[in-house]
């Protein structure tokens, strides 16, 4: 039975229907409006005498949340107490977000979300989303009929075993899905009501998290081989019978399962990997706006990308797209791209490769030529070698771009490219200050997490987030609102492409290539229509879509606010 619906009253304004009342109404966090309820409907709900006598106004409880906000000194708990107002009302959470986006999203999402992660079972405190495991997966029928709203669009499920730059985190990667979908809604006006998380929890190999009594994942190692495809394939099946078109956002995969998983399922139901396609659409934006600042092409860059893991080889993808966009061939365009990983420059030759790193490596003939020492050429030498001009850092190490590095990058090129985009902030491959200072204020440098401004020999910098939030919520609302069967990567392409060109160029005159982070909606906005533009293009919409896209985007996003509450 449907807890509650949108519905229209003759002259067109919605209002919410439904039969719950009294406290059970309270307890549904997208009807409840606390002391916010009307007279009118404290009087139909069986609610007069449970609310305090004061009706507030929405403003007046955004003023009150913030003040408790406010009060709490660490970031961990303000991330508790955001979670807990999001469980509690989420008209009221939103509204906040709306308000204070750029205080808040560090504390919602990186960095504070690793923490999160890690405390998840010592801070869990109401249930959201759905955790499907080895436990039931054979109930997965059930499961999905379990879940409070009977329209999910869109759902982000992780098995948590890459998380950021974290790794194996078992059962606390459900607080990763539920910030991404928080900022689908922050960022895109997704409706809350049309998300899902999900956790897939097939175990982990944390042995301090198995011992931990207060753990609340399954006590088994990782399920490996055909168990893990039969749990991933039994998942999938079950949404593609309830929710048949629902996009799905692969989330927080590790290495060669993120791309297996994505290749298995991209055509069962319309999905993608952030960490693939979105980190890479996000690095591919912040060249894109680059590039207007250093006046030169990005086919006349070349790149090193420092770690080969899911979002490296994501960066890869779209660093040659890019490059095509300009006119080079694909194989000049990878011909310009070298990866690095835990052993040094990636070459076909290695034994034990992985096959997702293939598509990047370079044969041994591509460094015959190549002065350095030991098997592999290490960082160091492949920014020498091969004249490097741009640096992608998606390691996961800290400082591993230093002083010998960045000025060697700085020898190449008049302008320098540092890009340190590990998350959280404690993993991020170098300081922006360390970067002006070492490259005498020449470089362009965009960080993962937020860092403040630089001031150096008198100059300020701004440092732009690359923070794949600025990609993944438009290209799911686009994804959505054109029913598209399918996303592709050149959907992810022109969605970098529109995010650059939100660029000012006063922002880039401070340094900065990427929008601050109190823009996101107005830049979800224009990455949504560009993704809905190609999926025209591609003959991939399913829906009828007005010749005013803009228009037609602008008035699908969901925004905070209370809708009347009626019964049926």
Known sequence: MKQYDYKFDDRGEAFLETDLDGLMLTRLPLLNKGSAFTKE????????????PHIASLEEQVENAYRNFTGFSQNLDKHVFLRALQDRNEVLFYALLDQHLEEMMPIIYTPTVAEAVQQFSHIYRFSRGLVVS???????DELLQNTPYPYIKLIVATDSEGILGIGDQGFGGMAICIGKLSLYTAAAGVDPALTLPVQLDVGTYRQDLLDDPLYLGVRHERLEGDAYAEFINKFVTGLKKHHPNVLLQWEDFSKQKAFDVLESYKDELPSFNDDIQGTGAVVLA????????????????????HGAGAGGVGVARQVAAGLMREGLSEKEAKDRIFMIDSRGLVLNDRKGLEPYKLEFAKSPSAVAGWTFEGQNPSLLDTVKNARVTVLLGLSGQRGAFNQEIIRAVDANTPYPMVFALSNPTVN????????????????????????????YQGERYSIGQGNNAFIFPGVGLG??????????????????????EYVSGSRLASGAVYPPISSLRSVSKRVAVAVIKQVQAEGLARVDIPEDIEGFVNEKMWRARYFPIRRP
């Open 286 to 305: 912040g060249l894109i706006a680059a590039s207007r600042k250093s006046l030169r092409k990005l086919s006349e860059e070349v790149y090193v990308i």
């Open 479 to 500: 994804i959505m609102l054109s029913g598209a069967s399918k996303v592709t990567d050149r959907m992810l392409t022109e969605a970098a492409v529109a995010q650059a």
């Open 428 to 455: 991020s491959e170098a300081i922006p200050e360390d970067v002006y200072t070492w490259t005498e204020g020449r470089a362009i440098v965009a960080t993962g997490s937020p860092f403040a401004d630089v001031q």
């Open 134 to 140: 080895t436990e039931n997966i054979d109930h997965i």
């Open 41 to 52: 409907e404290r009087r139909a709900f069986k609610l007069d005498g449970l609310l305090p």
